[in-house]
């Protein structure tokens, strides 16, 4: 079993839905969780981070984190087709090594 | 904000011969520097992690004569792929960290590499 599962897709939905991206982990250590997006041929680019479980909202992106289910989310509202890209959850239990999941390839139609 | 540097975006080179691929911080200090590997559709695989001045750490069953890791600096880190078979042809990333989990996770934008 994966340290960390994520659905690789591919996940397309029309412009404007909401979209709802979910990572699943094996390793109850894990503390600090993160969403990397990823342009194709590009490196990843941080999203939004949380420490623990909760809820944090940035503009259109709200990351959740439920540890006791051991469960991420990344939701995109009123998605554009910018947004069209690989969405990658991470973590790690505190050191700098981050364990990544399997990427969900994303497209937003126009 | 911060930003990686990493060069060559595209290289091919023939079985047999060696790559070299450099990282560099351009406006904050890496301390440390990640080596990721990724293949085509799939997730970020850690190769080694790399301090400045000191031996790279790595990763279970990544072969270290193989691929050499030098971070001499705190804004130069490299990987060379020596004796480069068509196996090894992947998209390699470097990411730069300062020490802080969150702030310090800056990408570089990756290079593909291609043995034939």
């Known amino acids: 079993q994966k340290e960390v599962e994520q659905d690789p897709g591919p996940l397309s939905v029309p412009e404007g839905a909401i979209v709802s991206l979910n990572c699943t982990y094996s390793?109850?250590?894990?503390?600090?969780f993160m969403w990397y997006r990823q342009y194709s041929r590009k490196g990843p680019e941080l999203l939004m981070y949380t420490y623990s479980s909760g809820n944090k909202e940035d503009g259109r992106f709200t990351a959740q984190v439920d540890k006791s289910s051991k469960y991420i989310s990344l939701f995109i509202r009123d998605s554009q087709p910018s947004d069209s890209a690989t969405y990658l959850c991470a973590m790690s239990w505190g050191a700098q090594k981050l364990v990544f999941g399997q990427g969900t390839r994303l497209t937003i139609n126009p | 904000g911060a930003v990686v540097s990493q060069h060559p975006s595209r290289v091919i080179c023939k079985s047999g011969t060696s790559v070299k691929i450099e990282c560099r911080s351009l406006d904050f200090q890496a301390t440390t520097m990640f080596w990721y590997r990724q293949f085509p559709k799939q997730s970020l695989m850690l190769m080694a992690t790399s301090n400045e001045g000191s031996k790279a750490t790595y990763e279970q069953g990544v072969e270290k004569d193989k691929f050499l890791i030098n971070h001499a600096s705190l804004t130069l880190s490299t990987l060379t792929v020596t004796s480069a078979h068509p196996e090894d042809s992947s998209f390699y990333i470097c990411s730069g960290g300062t020490g802080d989990i969150f702030r310090g996770y800056t990408f570089g934008s990756g290079t593909r590499l291609t043995v034939v």
């Open positions: 390793n109850s250590a894990f503390q600090y």
